[in-house]
């Protein structure tokens, strides 16, 4: 049963006159912890670790040799747009997250965060390095984001939060703090929650088709990045709402909706871009529906109902390895450079 946005939640309001999680400044004391469960995704997210070398990418390329030319496309601009995704959630998350999450648990959560992004932008490159040996492809698929118009659509919506928040150097009022928790739920829902578990989805089409395993072997790290860093957002945004339930209002809640509905419509147009040729197995009628699926659930995530009601059509999503993904941190991985203890369950699905 979902809740709307104002409904407090179980993390502890803070005692009045103390300093709140979006109060302007810069908190630097660790003892006692306001926030343990910042602390607490901070030393999960050291247990995943992995580095751009594990990834064996030299399986794809005979793969790339027996690609048809639409699917050649859809690789094509994949690529593309991983080349400046995690570039641009980087760039938000130095220049809005770290300044006005107030919370020295939550900055070495968001440190963590940015050498994420960077392995992730590292990955990116080599993928591009070896499955495009031209350089003037590599370089025109670096600046995709000026000449590919389904992936710059999707940039200008990135930029578009970016820049709503860009010249707030302390969230003094309540607008403020509203509109700085737009760009955190964008960034979280939107783009590492909507935009990412897209280009996920062709990957892992491509792999349930026995093509390009390399790639899916190093997409599966990055989505597990990207699922703690989705839910660290949400922790943020869940805590706020605790500490300052009145920003939650129906306007709030009216500008989230519309949101994902740009996010769905811009994806959807990537889409149509990457499948637009006829990939066998994939329309773009399905991946609208995936997407409004996906869109559906990060509503819910918020507290707010469903936007669409659809259904995922896509089995192959259904059929991921949920024993390499959910069991993560409970064995040691080979492939893995730091050693694994605990328990972590992803209970969100693709």
Not at 186 to 203: N, P, R
Not at 285 to 293: H, S
Request: glycine share 6%; charged share 25%; net charge negative.
């Amino acid at each position: 049963m979902t809740t709307d946005l104002s409904t407090a939640t179980d993390h502890t309001t803070p005692p009045d006159g103390e300093r709140m999680l979006l109060d302007p400044g810069m908190n630097l004391t660790l003892r006692p912890m306001r926030y343990p469960q910042f602390y607490e995704r901070y030393r999960d997210a050291i247990k995943n670790t992995w580095t751009v070398e594990e990834v064996d990418l030299h399986s794809d390329l005979k793969d790339l040799q027996r690609l048809t030319a639409a699917e050649r496309h859809l690789v094509s601009r994949l690529v593309a747009f991983f080349a400046t995704g995690d570039t641009i959630v980087a760039n938000n998350l130095v220049l809005n997250l770290y300044q006005h999450i107030n919370s020295p648990e939550g900055r070495l959560y968001l440190s963590r965060q940015l050498f994420e992004e960077a392995v992730h932008v590292q990955f990116y490159l080599t993928l591009l390095d070896t499955y495009v040996p031209d350089e003037g492809e590599r370089a025109e698929a670096f600046a995709a984001v000026d000449n590919i118009p389904s992936i710059k659509h999707k940039a200008d919506f990135c930029f578009r939060w970016i820049d709503s928040v860009f010249d707030l150097d302390a969230l003094e009022t309540r607008e403020h703090r509203k509109a700085f928790l737009l760009n955190l739920i964008c960034f979280a829902a939107c783009i590492e929650g909507l935009f990412f578990y897209g280009a996920f989805a062709y990957v892992y089409f491509l792999r349930s088709r026995g093509l390009l395993n390399g790639l899916a072997s190093g997409t599966n790290w990055v989505f597990r990045d990207e699922s703690m860093h989705m839910s660290f957002a949400f922790d943020v945004v869940e805590t706020v709402r605790a500490e300052e339930p009145d920003l939650f209002d129906e306007q709030m809640a009216a500008d989230v909706r519309q949101m994902l509905r740009d996010a769905v419509d811009a994806e959807a147009q990537f889409a149509q871009d990457l499948l637009g040729g006829g990939v066998a197995g994939l329309s773009t009628t399905d991946m609208r529906l995936y997407l409004e699926n996906v869109a559906d659930r990060r509503l819910q995530q918020l507290g707010l109902e469903p936007e669409y009601g659809s259904k995922n059509p896509l089995a192959f999503m259904e059929l991921q390895d949920v024993q390499e993904l959910s069991n993560f941190f409970e064995r040691r991985v080979s492939a893995y450079q730091v050693g694994v203890t605990g328990s972590v369950a992803f209970d969100d699905d693709f």
